[in-house]
């Protein structure tokens, strides 16, 4: 048992040297710096003891018999692939020590060598041991966050997203994702970064419709010191920060052309330029972009750029609406519960009549909506269990919570439930008009201070914006002086 007072130890290491003084010798000198230190005289005996994956750092000699130390190395990383090497060899075989370094090896020491440069070269190599597992640790946390299991449901249009998802995630191809808001696009962008050969660099994500168009070009390519006022210092941009992983470039629809054109030389070429520099910077970027409109029409109406187009839709993916899949219903609401009930001292479960309730919805917000409906739920009932009455929904509509219209209830192919589909607005004109009320009533209650408008409704300033252009809607305040 180890005393109390004694020191945990750095890291774990073996050495394998066949000339039994120089491995005892190396042996005690790294047990002086508090390394738990094991030894072996072959190579077979060394592949042994690394089987039971508990080496942090190899020490090997590079003449050895019968197995040399080259040998050796192939073995041990086919055994553990992220174990840390340092070769040892006489002055005279230098060539070799390169040749190791080229199979794996992560450095050499030449014999005979300074305590000091042993220490140092060995600090260094579990220092990237570590660094490594750091890597790996979070790796693992990025998958079962934004992974598969992200995307939750196992409807046909679900298992036809994750199938044609995981064909394209290996390679490096462009992909373009399309789906309403709130289906769940970004996380569709990270479950393919997670299982991609990038998935242990950046994934980094952009929104255009949340930047003003006069920042986008700065923030996604940076820009130099003094290229506008408030640039103060350089600063590198989005396409930089994601050097080797992944760039989503969310809603990229709502850019101008002046910028589209920009970032489809970009992609072209491969590097971009600051702002206020003339020299281009290489980059390695795999882009995954998104949009909630119909992009194709989009191109119609020359509002974007066809060559940009081709470009980004290199591989298509479609997020199917919710109201396609309402038999993922119960597997979302129990996601999303289960998340609000490890914020809360009270959990709650769910009703099978409150998934049926839910499940006769044609949900026009989506996942999102879904997700907002569970929460609230969770955090108003006030029994333990989540029964229909629990959710906003009367009668067959949804009751205005927070004086929204009311939504009428659509059932699984979209039409309204207890009249003709026909008689009624459309999709389209319910979410249209549950944005207008909503935004005349915080317009209401602040006036011309827009950015409290942007901040109750949960949307960008660039984004309140656009819709009130679009829906026609204007500050009392300015009506007030007409």
Same mark, same amino acid.
């Given at each position: 048992?180890?005393?109390?007072?004694?020191?945990?130890? =750095?890291?774990?290491?073996?050495?394998?040297?066949?000339?039994?003084?120089? #491995?005892?010798?190396?042996?005690?000198?790294?047990?002086?710096?508090?390394?738990?230190?094991?030894?072996?005289?072959?190579?077979?005996?060394?592949?042994?003891?690394? &089987?039971?994956?508990?080496?942090?750092? !190899?020490?090997?000699?590079?003449?050895?018999?019968?197995?040399?130390?080259?040998?050796?190395?192939?073995?041990?990383?086919?055994?553990?692939?992220?174990?840390?090497?340092?070769?040892?060899?006489?002055?005279?075989?230098?060539?070799?020590?390169?040749?190791?370094?080229?199979? *794996? &090896?992560?450095?050499?020491?030449?014999?005979?060598?300074?305590?000091?440069?042993?220490?140092?070269?060995?600090?260094?190599?579990?220092?990237?041991?570590?660094?490594? =597992?750091?890597?790996?640790?979070?790796?693992?946390?990025?998958?079962? #966050?934004?992974?598969?299991?992200?995307?939750?449901?196992?409807?046909?249009?679900?298992?036809?997203?994750?199938? /044609?998802?995981?064909?394209?995630?290996?390679?490096?191809?462009?992909?373009?994702?399309?789906?309403?808001?709130?289906?769940?696009?970004?996380?569709?962008?990270?479950?393919?970064?997670?299982?991609?050969? #990038?998935?242990?660099?950046?994934?980094?994500?952009?929104?255009?419709?949340?930047?003003?168009?006069?920042?986008?070009?700065?923030?996604?390519?940076?820009?130099?010191?003094?290229?506008?006022? *408030?640039?103060?210092?350089?600063?590198?941009?989005?396409?930089?920060?994601?050097?080797?992983?992944?760039?989503?470039?969310?809603?990229?629809?709502?850019?101008?052309?002046?910028?589209?054109?920009?970032?489809?030389?970009? !992609?072209?070429?491969?590097?971009?330029?600051?702002?206020? %520099?003339?020299?281009?910077?290489?980059?390695?970027?795999?882009?995954?972009?998104?949009?909630? /409109?119909?992009?194709? !029409? %989009?191109?119609?109406?020359?509002?974007?750029?066809?060559?940009?187009?081709? =470009?980004?839709?290199?591989?298509? $993916?479609?997020?199917?609406?919710?109201?396609?899949?309402?038999?993922?219903?119960?597997?979302?609401?129990?996601?999303? $519960?289960?998340? &609000?009930?490890?914020?809360?001292?009270?959990?709650? /479960?769910?009703?099978?009549?409150?998934?049926?309730?839910?499940?006769?919805?044609?949900?026009?917000?989506?996942?999102?909506?879904?997700?907002?409906?569970?929460?609230?739920?969770?955090?108003?009932?006030?029994?333990?269990?989540?029964?229909?009455?629990?959710?906003?929904?009367?009668?067959?509509?949804?009751?205005?919570?927070?004086?929204?219209?009311?939504?009428?209830?659509?059932?699984?192919?979209?039409?309204?439930?207890?009249?003709?589909?026909?008689? *009624?607005?459309?999709?389209?004109?319910?979410?249209?008009?549950? %944005? =207008?009320?909503?935004?005349?009533?915080?317009?209401?209650?602040?006036?011309?201070?827009?950015?409290?408008?942007?901040?109750? $409704?949960?949307?960008?300033?660039?984004?309140?914006?656009?819709?009130?252009?679009?829906?026609? $809607?204007?500050?009392?305040?300015?009506?007030? /002086?007409?």
């Amino acid at each position: 048992m180890t005393d109390a007072n004694t020191p945990p130890t =750095r890291g774990r290491l073996l050495v394998v040297d066949d000339q039994r003084n120089m #491995r005892a010798t190396t042996a005690l000198l790294l047990r002086a710096e508090n390394y738990t230190v094991f030894e072996a005289a072959t190579g077979e005996e060394a592949l042994a003891q690394l &089987a039971s994956g508990s080496i942090d750092l !190899l020490l090997t000699d590079l003449k050895m018999e019968p197995m040399d130390g080259l040998t050796l190395l192939r073995r041990a990383l086919e055994v553990a692939p992220r174990l840390q090497v340092i070769m040892m060899t006489a002055f005279g075989s230098i060539e070799s020590a390169v040749e190791a370094m080229r199979l *794996g &090896a992560y450095d050499y020491v030449t014999k005979p060598f300074k305590e000091s440069e042993l220490r140092y070269r060995v600090e260094r190599a579990l220092e990237r041991a570590r660094l490594l =597992r750091d890597v790996d640790n979070l790796t693992t946390d990025f998958n079962q #966050r934004h992974g598969l299991s992200a995307l939750v449901g196992r409807s046909a249009a679900m298992r036809e997203l994750t199938t /044609r998802l995981m064909r394209v995630a290996q390679s490096d191809a462009t992909v373009l994702i399309q789906g309403e808001s709130g289906t769940g696009k970004e996380l569709v962008a990270r479950a393919l970064h997670a299982h991609s050969r #990038r998935k242990a660099r950046s994934f980094v994500p952009v929104n255009c419709a949340a930047i003003s168009e006069s920042l986008l070009e700065s923030e996604l390519f940076g820009h130099a010191k003094g290229a506008f006022t *408030g640039a103060v210092k350089s600063r590198r941009g989005l396409f930089e920060e994601a050097d080797g992983g992944t760039l989503f470039i969310d809603e990229v629809t709502e850019t101008s052309p002046t910028f589209q054109s920009k970032l489809l030389r970009a !992609l072209q070429e491969g590097e971009v330029r600051r702002v206020g %520099e003339s020299t281009a910077l290489r980059v390695d970027v795999r882009i995954v972009a998104a949009t909630n /409109r119909d992009i194709e !029409l %989009e191109v119609r109406d020359k509002r974007f750029r066809q060559d940009l187009y081709y =470009r980004l839709n290199v591989v298509a $993916l479609r997020v199917p609406p919710l109201r396609e899949r309402l038999e993922d219903v119960p597997a979302l609401a129990e996601h999303f $519960l289960e998340r &609000a009930n490890a914020r809360s001292p009270n959990p709650k /479960r769910l009703s099978a009549a409150a998934v049926s309730h839910l499940m006769s919805y044609g949900f026009p917000g989506n996942v999102r909506e879904l997700e907002n409906l569970v929460e609230q739920a969770a955090a108003l009932a006030e029994g333990d269990e989540l029964l229909p009455e629990d959710f906003p929904v009367r009668q067959g509509r949804m009751t205005p919570a927070h004086g929204t219209p009311s939504v009428a209830f659509l059932d699984g192919q979209g039409g309204a439930l207890g009249r003709n589909a026909s008689a *009624g607005p459309t999709l389209a004109q319910v979410v249209e008009e549950a %944005e =207008r009320h909503a935004i005349t009533q915080a317009l209401e209650r602040h006036g011309v201070d827009l950015a409290r408008v942007a901040d109750e $409704l949960g949307v960008s300033s660039t984004t309140l914006w656009r819709k009130m252009k679009r829906l026609n $809607l204007r500050p009392p305040s300015e009506l007030a /002086r007409e």
